[in-house]
């Protein structure tokens, strides 16, 4: 049953918990900051949790793609076992579209848990007025 009213959030915080479906994919994966300076785009992408081999980016069509996953490794439980456990496995990815840029230009680093993109701006060549030769 759906309640719109959820105790110490506000009524457009939780009018779509409900419909969220899938426990990984919340509002709070993949936080990200978007800075514009004067010759590039700064990107920051929080990761919580994940290593460096688990991140992917590229560029596809035009669109900058981060994909993090995180694999389930079962441990062997010597001393007990697990009652609830609130660890997500699965795999995230988010768009953006940035235009033309090849991948050679955009530089990143991973530094505890925040993915860091630099992506440079499209140089645009604004053309001289020209006039078109009439037959």
Known sequence: MMSLFKRDR???DSLFDDFN???FVKAETMKTDIKESEKAYEVHVELPGFDKKDVKV?????YLVVEA???F???EEKSGKYIKRERHYGMMKR???IGDVSM????GSFNQG??????????KRIETKKYLELK
Not at 58 to 62: C, E, K, M, P
Not at 104 to 107: R, S, V
């Open 10 to 12: 506000d009524f457009f």
């Open 21 to 23: 479906f899938t426990p």
């Open 58 to 62: 590229s560029v596809d069509n035009g």
């Open 69 to 71: 996953e995180r694999k």
């Open 73 to 75: 490794e079962p441990e």
């Open 95 to 97: 768009s953006f579209y």
């Open 104 to 107: 050679d230009t955009i530089e």
């Open 114 to 123: 925040v993915l860091k993109l630099t992506i440079p701006k499209e140089i």
